[in-house]
């Protein structure tokens, strides 16, 4: 997904952003859901200001509230703690 960080794909982040939020609003349908709310916000919020505040703020929470979701794995691999 670095490849959508790039600065000529503004347009293509604001596309994606866009239809993240749209999903995450029709989250009572079966195969969208809540969670593509903030992930919109966050790509949109590359190239919106405002935007960057209101992700900063849901990111601070995240991590207050479950420090561990965004810590990288500690023994190198990709799978979740089954615990």
Known sequence: MIWLLQP???WL??????LLILGGV???LPIL????LPLGIILLAEDVPALRRL???MLEWIEQRHPNWLAPPRDGSCQPDRN
Do not use: E, K, T, V
């Open 8 to 10: 000529g794909r503004a």
């Open 55 to 57: 992700s900063a703020r």
């Open 13 to 18: 982040r604001g596309i994606l952003g866009c």
């Open 26 to 28: 029709l989250s009572f």
């Open 33 to 36: 859901g809540l969670w593509m």
